[in-house]
């Protein structure tokens, strides 16, 4: 008699799981095992969750995860699901809002792929109570095609908020600190700030040189009014042909121009601003008298044959251009 006492007693804690595990209450099942995040499904357990009558909602995610369906929107978007499933769980800890969170992937749910007659994933869907209060009239889950590719958690957060009833609790999704990113960044920062107290006493001066400033904004003028961005936008040729064998290198007309004949003005332009610049500011430095007079007589007569130049390509390009110069 003792002895089956004994055995009664042993029998109890596991004669208590098996009661717990068939409570009859569906939701409190499924809701204790998706505790840490959404429940993983499969065919008989999908079914068995989502059949009617049902007084809570269900928001299933249909995906498949294996690398050799090629599906890399799923493997994008599951981490942000199973973020949305566990602040859901951590937010509605008492379950208010009637909610279960569940994926089923192709591998496991074959047959639910084929009776929904799905030929893509991932696809969202979303069952609404069938009895009770919040009840729909229309059984058929409501769908969320990701047609606008990867969704954020809080995005999928929102629509299955406007899902639930208007008093039915919504937890926000609770993302966890990113420290690697946080000591990336300050890293970074204290790197840019020592690097710059370390360099300012070599860089602010080279930054306040007017010289190397003047120097840039000429390049600047010279690059873009010899043709440079017409060059880019049109794609036009570097040269061409001139019909007799050689090479043309100016376009005819205004309105065109090659790639290399862009270039050759901005070396015009070039020249004749440099020549303008030693008239103004070098020659009157120039202590020796002679130098000084040899130094004007060369900088005007580079000015004057460049200047000829530029309009012999003008006349190039358009033979109606009446102005020239000599020697060209």
């Not at 840039?216 to 009014?225: E, P």
Request: aromatic share 12%; charged share 15%; proline share 6%.
């Amino acid at each position: 008699m003792r002895w089956l006492q004994l055995l009664t007693a042993s029998l109890l804690p596991f004669t208590a799981i098996a009661a717990k595990k068939s409570s009859g209450d569906r939701f409190a099942d499924f809701r204790s095992k998706s505790s840490s995040g959404p429940l993983k499904l499969d065919d008989a357990s999908y079914t068995q969750l989502t059949k009617a009558p049902r007084d809570y909602s269900i928001a299933v995610l249909l995906t498949a995860l294996e690398t050799r369906f090629g599906c890399v929107l799923c493997r994008e978007f599951q981490p942000e699901w199973d973020l949305l499933g566990k602040s859901w769980a951590k937010g509605d800890r008492e379950g208010k809002s009637r909610l279960v969170f569940g994926t089923l992937d192709f591998v496991d749910g074959k047959n639910t792929f084929q009776s929904l007659m799905l030929q893509t994933a991932p696809i969202l869907l979303y069952f609404h109570p069938t009895v009770g209060p919040n009840a729909k009239v229309d059984s058929q889950p409501v769908r969320f095609d990701f047609t606008n590719g990867p969704q954020s958690a809080e995005q999928i957060q929102a629509w299955v908020a406007r899902q639930l009833p208007a008093d039915a609790p919504k937890p926000s999704v609770s993302r966890p600190i990113n420290y690697v990113k946080i000591i990336t960044v300050s890293t970074a920062v204290l790197g840019g700030i020592t690097f710059v107290a370390v360099a300012s006493p070599y860089v602010v001066p080279i930054l306040q040189n007017r010289n190397i400033w003047a120097a840039f904004s000429l390049i600047a003028v010279l690059l873009f009014t010899s043709g440079h961005m017409f060059n880019h936008i049109r794609k036009v040729p570097y040269v061409s042909g001139d019909g007799k064998g050689g090479l043309s290198y100016f376009a005819g007309g205004f309105s065109n121009q090659f790639g290399l004949e862009s270039q050759i003005v901005a070396a015009i332009y070039g020249v004749l601003s440099f020549a303008t610049i030693s008239l103004a500011l070098k020659v009157p430095r120039i202590a020796d008298p002679r130098a000084q007079q040899f130094a004007v007589f060369l900088w005007s007569a580079v000015l004057l044959g460049m200047y000829s130049f530029l309009l012999s390509v003008f006349r190039q390009k358009n033979g109606g251009y009446q102005f020239w110069l000599p020697p060209f």
